[in-house]
């Protein structure tokens, strides 16, 4: 143990001499005209994680930071660091300003008016507050310390130290560091951005590890300089990148970890030793056994249920829909040990994995194979075996012999059994036989369409008055079910009329039929609404100016593509939107007598794998009607940079038919 040591405090003093060195050596080099636009320049960047054979890792990290304009001085006037305290503690070590004696004008360490210039520890005491949180109530913490004044040219250097892991479980019993080790005992694993906010001239990961451990490990998205060395009985790994600039963020692009160069390390073996972890510990805990109260409401939920997917979507719905989301703290319980069904229950409420949890102990109690899994909601999994992971859901295992995931978080009064905003999104299976990394399949825009029709009549003196039906499924049904299910009963009627007050101010909601949104499991949302807009059309002697009052963007809330940034014609990065989609419109509207169109926007077609449109006006042969039509499919929810030009091109369409309108004309006969 002496002999490790030793070798690790001259592998430590190394490192941080070395770095400190190049530090002093930048900092006069580092110029403004060098890093335009930069607040803050991350001189370096040095992490030490030194593993140990239990799992638990002393993670040194060293930082040398350079203030470049008044506001990084106020960036960098608190150091902070976020820890939960019941997986993980940090300490702020240390932190030095180096005052700038070109901000001054002054020699290092000559006086100016009472004020010694030169390298400065900050004595102020370390605070320790709770964490802003949202939602999820589980004691996440801070730790501060004010800096204090700092001017332009000004550097902090920083200490930093942390031993734990992200997430706890429920073992309360462990004492010292033996709390510290990670879930998978013996395993280490790490997921390491080489991306910031501010320019980074040198970013510098070593890990220390037994050798006996075989750490896999892949550089995403970029380049990394690497080195591998062996030392006895431990191995070393370093990891350096230099200049590493501010990536440019793009309207609608994907998470930035999907993009930006990050480092990913693991010593688990593969995805299905993770599966077969995952199953075992909450299997050990005894997460999903069913009480007689627990069963005793799974027999009065399916005493309707006629057949295996009966069953399964009635129990899914009443997890989704009675468990509310809310996670408080239950003191050493948050983590990949799912809380019991029994507490779940009696609760009532809980986050992701307390309704996944819940869900599977209600399948089994009805005689379901179901068990809990792992995903992570907005972002991909990387196949190198680290815990990616920040969301959990159900797989059940149904006649077909498949298993099936269902996700009673993202279901309340949603149509599905699996949001298909989760399309395109990786999950592993907590299973006993163990279960390789898994990919939702795109979920057909069909799937997902908003329909709206509507008949109407236009008076001489511009009065629009008709019938609007709209019908939609899905993610769409969700869209618009929202404002009955997030909206109090009284504030129905105004949300529905102010749909129609988003297209033209005037309008008056004559009737509106919903029947109960509640009952969404009965079929999709239908809404029926009678309407009446004084002065819609625009007249000017013999002319009209209109539009069809579906074309205008009612109800453009269910459709997310018309809320995207099209300005750039072309895209770096993928892209995401909300769900597939298939968006239906048609209207027909009697004209006063003897008029006819002299101007309507283009007729547009066109279709390919990313996305179609087709859209026209045209006068009916049978009478006096104008009609419009549009069909638009958008495929996928998550879209290469090359696909951006096709849905570009159909979004732009139809934005084209909201913009602009139809002019008719009086035809004298």
């Not at 179901?370 to 190198?384: K, N």
Request: hydrophobic residues 40%.
């Amino acid at each position: 143990m002496l002999k490790r040591f030793n070798f690790l405090l001259v592998i430590l003093t190394g490192l941080f001499l070395s770095m400190s060195a190049i530090g002093g050596d930048k900092l006069k080099s580092i110029k403004a005209e060098d890093f335009p636009g930069a607040n803050v320049v991350v001189v370096f960047d040095s992490t030490m994680a030194d593993v140990q054979e239990s799992g638990l890792t002393y993670v040194n990290m060293h930082r040398l930071y350079k203030v470049m304009t008044p506001a990084g001085a106020l960036q960098m006037s608190v150091v902070k660091i976020d820890y939960d305290p019941l997986s993980a503690a940090v300490e702020i070590k240390k932190v030095v300003i180096h005052k700038s004696a070109e901000s001054v004008g002054q020699a290092p360490g000559e006086s100016h008016q009472g004020r010694q210039y030169g390298s400065i520890e900050v004595t102020n005491p370390v605070l320790d507050y709770p964490a802003p949180a949202r939602a999820i109530y589980w004691g996440a913490r801070e730790k501060m310390i004010e800096v204090g004044r700092l001017e332009p040219g000004d550097a902090v250097e920083v200490w930093l130290f942390r031993k734990g892991f992200t997430y706890a479980l429920l073992d309360g019993e462990q004492e010292g560091d033996e709390r510290y080790i990670p879930p998978m005992k013996g395993h280490f694993y790490d997921i390491v951005p080489f991306y910031s906010d501010d320019p980074v001239v040198e970013k510098v990961y070593r890990v220390n590890i037994p050798a006996d451990k075989v750490l896999q490990y892949e550089f995403y998205n970029g380049d990394i300089r690497s080195s591998a060395n062996r030392h006895g009985d431990m191995m070393t790994y370093t990891f350096t990148k230099k200049d590493i600039k501010p990536m440019k963020r793009e309207p609608g692009m994907v998470d930035f970890s999907d993009t930006a160069p990050k480092l990913l390390m693991s010593t688990s073996p593969d995805w299905y030793a993770k599966s077969k972890w995952f199953y075992q510990v909450n299997e050990d805990f005894g997460s999903f056994e069913w009480t007689p109260e627990i069963k005793a409401k799974v027999d009065e939920i399916l005493k309707e249920a006629k057949t295996e997917l009966d069953s399964v979507s009635l129990l899914t719905h009443w997890v989704a829909d009675e468990v509310r989301y809310s996670g408080i703290s239950m003191g050493c319980g948050e983590g990949y040990t799912l809380h019991k069904g029994e507490m779940t229950f009696a609760d009532r409420c809980g986050v992701c994995k307390d309704k996944a949890g819940m869900l599977v102990t209600m399948l089994r109690a009805a005689g379901f194979e179901s068990y809990a899994a792992m995903t992570m909601a907005g972002s991909r999994i990387d196949y190198i075996p680290a815990d990616q992971f920040n969301h959990s859901v159900t797989v059940v295992k149904l006649k077909d012999g498949q298993y099936h995931l269902l996700d009673p978080t993202w279901v309340p009064f949603i149509r599905e059994l699996w949001s298909s905003a989760e399309q395109q999104q990786n999950y592993l299976y907590g299973l006993p036989e163990g279960a390789d990394l898994g990919l939702t399949p795109v979920s057909p825009a069909e799937n997902h369409y908003i329909n709206i029709s509507g008949k109407s009549a236009l008076s001489i003196d511009g009065t629009l008055e008709g019938e609007l039906t709209i019908t939609a499924e899905g993610q769409s049904d969700g869209a618009i079910r929202r404002m009955f299910t997030g909206n109090y009963k009284d504030q129905w009627n105004a949300a529905i009329e102010m749909e129609l007050k988003r297209v033209n101010p005037a309008a008056e909601m004559i009737s509106v039929d919903y029947g109960d949104p509640y009952k969404y499991l009965e079929g999709p949302i239908r809404i029926v609404i009678r309407f009446r807009v004084t002065g819609y059309g625009i007249v000017n002697g013999d002319e009209m100016v209109v539009k069809s009052f579906i074309a205008a963007g009612f109800f453009k809330r269910a459709m997310g593509h018309l809320y995207m940034d099209t300005k750039s014609e072309t895209k770096i990065y993928p892209f995401r939107d909300r769900c597939s989609r298939q968006v239906s419109l048609t209207e027909s509207i009697t004209l006063p007598a003897n008029f006819q169109i002299i101007y309507s926007p283009s007729a547009e077609t066109f279709s390919d794998e990313t996305a179609s449109f087709e859209g026209s006006y045209e006068m009916s042969l049978e009478g006096n009607v104008l009609r419009m039509n549009q069909l638009a499919n958008y495929n996928k929810r998550i879209y290469e940079a090359d696909e951006w030009p096709s849905f570009r091109k159909a979004t732009l369409a139809q934005q084209k038919f909201i913009d602009e309108p139809v002019v008719l004309k009086k035809v004298v006969n």
